[in-house]
């Protein structure tokens, strides 16, 4: 039998219909581009207006919410990456999860197990299709635009945290993710 990352004993009912509706409502870069495509200008144009509105009001823009500065080609690439692949991964290995659940039980209970495959992650190739395709949207003033506001990472921490770190221990004596419609 195939080794699943989760634990059948970890998986909660509750949690695992929660996490299927979360991956189901945030799924349209799963979809064909032109679905998808109408969705995000959907999406983004509902974001400009409440920062329309909130700078009517005098107000900060929430992220994604200023229609001048916003990129949303960047904006939808790191959607993918840091939101979409990690839910639809944990998803994925879920289901798995709750195969292993089914077989345990089908022993338990004296029936026949189905023979366990992994399950099938239909949304991998329209994720890396519709990624790829705002990859080729990103400008290089974008890019550049991107680059100046962004601190940069290393090692999974900000360079900022990492110079404070030096300072500090200067300072501081011996303490050491088709064309359907």
């Not at 080609?73 to 639809?88: A, H, L, R, T, Y």
Request: hydrophobic letters at 35%; a negative charge; aromatic letters at 6%.
């Amino acid at each position: 039998m195939a080794k699943c990352p989760l634990q059948p004993s970890t998986v909660n009912r509750n949690s695992a219909m929660t996490l299927i509706l979360h991956c189901a409502d945030i799924s349209h870069p799963t979809k064909s581009w032109n679905l998808h495509k109408k969705w995000t200008d959907n999406l983004m144009e509902e974001f400009f207006c409440q920062g329309d509105k909130e700078t009517s009001l005098g107000l900060p823009n929430s992220p994604l919410c200023n229609r001048a500065e916003t990129l949303v080609p960047e904006s939808q690439v790191g959607f993918i990456d840091f939101i979409i692949v990690p839910s639809m991964n944990l998803l994925g290995d879920m289901f798995d999860a709750l195969l292993l659940v089914q077989n345990e039980e089908a022993i338990s209970n004296g029936g026949k197990p189905s023979e366990y495959k992994k399950v099938a992650r239909p949304w991998d190739k329209r994720l890396a299709e519709n990624r790829k395709r705002w990859k080729e949207l990103v400008t290089p003033k974008d890019a550049e635009k991107t680059a100046e506001k962004s601190p940069s990472v290393s090692n999974g921490r900000l360079k900022e945290e990492e110079e404070d770190e030096e300072v500090g221990a200067d300072s501081m004596e011996d303490v050491d993710g088709d064309e359907d419609e």
